[in-house]
């Protein structure tokens, strides 16, 4: 199964330069997207139905951004054209359609002469007519060229730019009064918008991340290291890039297009193991992977590293799309290291999947019980009453064993590889809606975070002894939260962990924190309550 295969790959040169024609006029105001307005004046062209139309949007949006880019309305394009050769429109047809390449681009009624006027075009943007220059008229605008009026920089032509104008305008400010940036979660930036969704790989030394990630890719990347003993002794973010090349973590830290900039909290000791893969591949313009050092056990777990290694996992989960668990069928203990570790992840459960890898070095009767031995650990540690879900197989480019397996095994790894790798595949379609769900996550721990420092400051007192009511209200935290959940009718399940925030709030005085403001408050409600359902039914499907 191919991971980020795209339809210009599928597309001869010729159509494609077609189509970037054709883009450009359907491209209103050339920001290299078609948003839904676009679309239905173009697409109208194809006389397709509405009902094939919507099919036509739905299939060619996977992702539902709003908009289609370049890549999506070729594939747009393609399905037009077999809808009109009179093809049923099913999400797989572009994969299971024999020879994507020879899909010609749709009949579009009255495409000629739009093409035709916008090619006669002088230099100033006006048409000529008779040797003179006349005015554009306005109802041709929506087809305007290259030359037509670019939209102001904070303009929304998508659900990632609603959401990150509403963050700006509504939820930052909250953000920043109660200093939620250095309790919870560092304060987000254009970039963390843009970012690519992301994978990263977690797993005791040694159980196989590093070659997981060479087997997704089918090669090598920078500066990948394989070997028995801890061989990755850096967190490396292996992305797409123009060429093959490694970058240290101090210059990614401070790129303002990477969203690597928060990892500056945790200091020169991490930044020294931190570093960038970049290289040119399909998988990678889709997903970002991020490769971890391998957790400790034993006695290597008593050194300390220099920098605080759960907090940047936890850093990295938050920022993440899926976090692939790798275990290995010798090494099914659960260390100390690595139970902080799963502890860390709490929060964001719902990412979490278990790979257990190198499978095939045990025989089906101990793999049953190798299988079992590791539910229940995992039980114990993730301390959940749910079944995560496990995939098994061997993740490496050797052929499976089947002397140790047999044919039965064989057929299960492959099953369970082809289900782990549909979850890879469908991260970039979920991406926007896992977007806006970890948004509205965020904004609703911003809102009880603001309820919790505004309420200790209230019980400060206006002049004697507020050393001795900081250290009690700090001491007594549990009852605090518990106070402030009532007073606001909160889930107890939404407050931040106890022993965390008794650990920043040591570093305050309370006294300096602001009082509770309402107006921000209901900012955060009507932005939760109105305007992300009214972004989202702007940038729905134009033919619903």
């Known amino acids: 199964m191919e991971i980020g295969s795209g339809p210009i790959a599928s597309c001869s040169k010729d159509d494609q330069k077609i189509y970037q024609e054709w883009f450009n006029l359907a491209d209103s105001d050339g920001d290299g997207r078609i948003t839904g307005n676009d679309a239905t004046k173009f697409f109208a062209m194809s006389k397709l139905s509405r009902s094939e139309l919507k099919q036509v949007w739905a299939i060619a949006d996977s992702k539902r951004q709003g908009f289609l880019g370049f890549t999506e309305f070729i594939t747009a394009m393609q399905l037009a054209s077999l809808a009109q050769a009179g093809h ?108 690519k969704p992301m994978v990263m790989l977690l797993g005791q030394y040694s159980t196989g991340k590093t070659t ?29 890039g123009p ?16 969203p690597f900039g928060g990892l500056t909290t945790f200091g020169g000791a991490f930044l020294s193991k931190f570093e960038c893969s970049q290289m040119p591949h ?89 299988y079992g031995a590791l539910m229940w650990s995992l039980g114990k540690v993730l301390n959940t009453p749910e079944v995560v879900r ?44 896992r977007r806006i769900n970890e948004f509205v996550k965020r904004a609703r721990a911003a809102k009880i975070h603001a309820y919790i420092i505004s309420h200790l400051k209230k019980e400060m007192p206006a002049m004697m002894g507020k050393a001795k009511t900081q250290q009690r209200l700090t001491d007594n935290l549990e009852n605090e939260f518990g106070k402030v959940q009532r007073e606001f009718h909160l889930p107890a399940g939404d407050f931040p962990n106890v022993e965390h925030f008794r650990e920043v709030l040591n570093g305050y005085s309370i006294d300096k924190f602001e009082k509770l403001k309402p107006k921000m408050i209901q900012a955060v409600d009507d932005m939760l309550g109105y305007e992300i359902p009214e972004l989202l039914k702007n940038f729905r499907n134009p033919y619903d």
């Open 212 to 240: 997981f990630i060479k087997h997704l890719l089918r090669c090598n990347y920078p500066g990948a290291h394989i070997g028995p003993e801890p061989t990755t002794d850096r967190f490396v973010v292996v992305m797409s």
């Open 243 to 258: 060429d093959e090349r490694s970058i240290p973590g101090n210059t990614i830290a401070v790129n303002a297009e990477m």
């Open 390 to 433: 496990v995939y098994i197989g061997s993740f490496n480019d050797k052929p499976v064993d089947e002397a140790a397996v047999g044919p039965i095994g064989r057929d299960l790894f492959e099953k369970e590889q082809d289900d782990l790798l549909a979850d890879l595949i469908d991260i970039p379609k979920k991406a926007c809606d």
């Open 88 to 195: 049923e429109l099913t999400p797989d047809i572009i994969k299971t359609a024999a020879d994507i390449e020879n899909i010609k681009p749709p009949l579009m009624e009255g495409l000629d002469n739009l093409i035709a006027k916008t090619k006669a075009l002088t230099i100033n943007g006006h048409p000529e007519v008779n040797g003179n220059v006349q005015p554009q008229p306005p109802s041709t605008q929506w087809f305007g060229s290259k030359s037509a009026k670019k939209l102001p920089p904070n303009a929304v032509t998508s659900i990632i730019d609603g959401l990150n104008r509403l963050y700006i305008e509504k939820l930052k400010p909250l953000e920043v009064a109660y200093r939620f940036n250095d309790f919870v979660s560092p304060l987000m930036t254009h970039s963390d918008f843009d970012a």
């Open 282 to 370: 399909p998988l990678l313009d889709q997903i970002t992977l991020v490769d971890t050092p391998g957790v400790l056990s034993g006695e290597k777990q008593r050194t300390q590293r220099s920098y605080d290694f759960t907090g940047v996992i936890s850093w990295f989960a938050a920022k993440c799309d899926l976090i692939l668990l790798l275990f290995d069928p010798h090494k099914l203990d659960i260390s100390d290291e690595f139970k902080r570790v799963i502890s860390s992840l709490r929060g964001n459960d719902d990412k979490i999947r278990v790979v257990l890898n190198k499978a095939d070095q045990v025989d089906t009767q101990q793999l049953m019980r190798v």
